[in-house]
């Protein structure tokens, strides 16, 4: 009987010590590993996001190579303990490219590395560098709630005041900017950036009076940058349509008239007499080259040149060729529309100054008839 008690006892002894082991065992629990790594370059530094490990890490360890950890890597802050999931990793070197990790620790162990992330540091001060800062970022900026378009480029320049729609449910993406409508984009642009404007007086144009103050006020300014010097001295042509031509001179103006860039652009164009009001000076290349004395045919819209009614069709004209007024020179087609450019003189054709497909703007010189 005694020797069965002893041996019972041994049995319980031996089961409870296997539990113990057994329990011991289930509760180590190393963290799982980081997930979701993002890296943001800045100067000498990167700043690392993280998703958390599950099962209570006490601490992450950042590690870095300038290879992929093949060769070299580097612990960041080792004698650091966080639970934090974002760190800045400093003393880093601006143009060197670097591959990041992130691993979780506990008392029972370390997690294996996250996904490796690539980035590279770099100067706030050259003109190279990444962009500081997106000033649209699409998680961030609402939708225009234009019912007409959904582009997220226009949300943000609704955003920013830019633009208000042409109506509060409307864009109108199709439609063509007048000159007006550009002072205003201008002027809502500049005083987005913070910059600002100057008074807006009257600037001596005759034709604006029957526009709202703001719109006035637009014009006036964008005079007093040199943006513009009107059409004449004394008129703006306030509803004109903006060419593609019109608007590159406005930017480069505006860009020339208001600090921008690093250390700023302080250069201020004041709008001289001898400046001449988009009217083309571009022409076409070839015309200026050639230097062909003759009647200049401009397109009457922007859209593409045609020569002949379809492809591979006989050309409506050629050089040499004589023509009566009102004979059809070429197509210009927009928006499916084939637009008949009609000769405005009888004459022959010196030059066709467009390639067949190519795409002209308004006012682009397509011909010229002597």
Not at 220 to 239: E, R, V
Request: charged residues 15%; contains cysteine.
């Amino acid at each position: 009987m005694r020797s069965f008690a002893l041996k019972f006892l041994a049995l319980l002894t031996t089961t409870t010590l296997i539990s113990v082991c057994l329990t011991g065992i289930a509760s180590a629990v190393t963290p799982t590993v980081p997930t979701n790594l993002v890296a943001t370059p800045g100067n000498n530094s990167v700043i690392l996001t993280w998703t958390a490990s599950a099962n209570t890490p006490t601490d992450y360890i950042i590690e870095y190579s300038p290879d992929d950890f093949s060769g070299t890597t580097v612990t960041f802050a080792p004698n650091t303990v966080s639970t934090a999931t974002t760190t800045t990793v400093t003393g880093l070197t601006n143009g060197q490219a670097y591959l990041f990790r992130v691993k979780g620790k506990n008392g029972d162990g370390t997690s294996a590395a996250s996904t490796a992330v690539a980035a590279t540091p770099y100067s706030n001060h050259t003109p190279n560098d990444l962009p500081l800062f997106d000033a649209c970022p699409t998680a961030l900026i609402p939708a225009a709630g234009f019912s007409d378009v959904t582009s997220a480029d226009i949300s943000c320049i609704k955003y920013y005041g830019i633009t208000q729609g042409v109506t509060a449910t409307t864009y109108e993406p199709l439609e063509f900017v007048s000159r007006w409508q550009m002072a205003l984009f201008l002027t809502r642009l500049v005083t987005a950036t913070g910059t600002t404007l100057p008074n807006g007086t009257s600037q001596g144009f005759n034709d604006i009076s029957g526009k709202s103050e703001e719109i006035q006020t637009a014009i006036n300014q964008i005079k007093q940058l040199g943006i513009t010097i009107g059409k004449t001295a004394t008129t703006f042509a306030p509803d004109d349509y903006v060419t593609r031509e019109e608007m590159a001179l406005f930017i480069e103006r505006l860009l020339k008239a208001v600090p921008v860039g690093p250390g700023g652009n302080e250069e201020f164009v004041t709008g001289s007499t001898t400046v001449k009001e988009i009217k083309s000076e571009l022409k076409t290349e070839n015309t200026k080259q050639d230097n062909i004395l003759g009647t200049e045919v401009p397109s009457p819209i922007i859209g593409t040149a045609y020569l002949a009614p379809e492809p591979g069709g006989k050309k409506f004209v050629e050089v040499g060729k004589k023509i009566n007024k009102g004979d059809t020179i070429m197509i210009v087609e927009a928006m499916k529309t084939m637009n008949h450019v009609p000769s405005p003189i009888a004459g022959t054709i010196k030059k066709i100054c467009v390639e067949d497909g190519q795409p002209v703007e308004y006012g682009h010189t397509i011909a010229i008839i002597e």
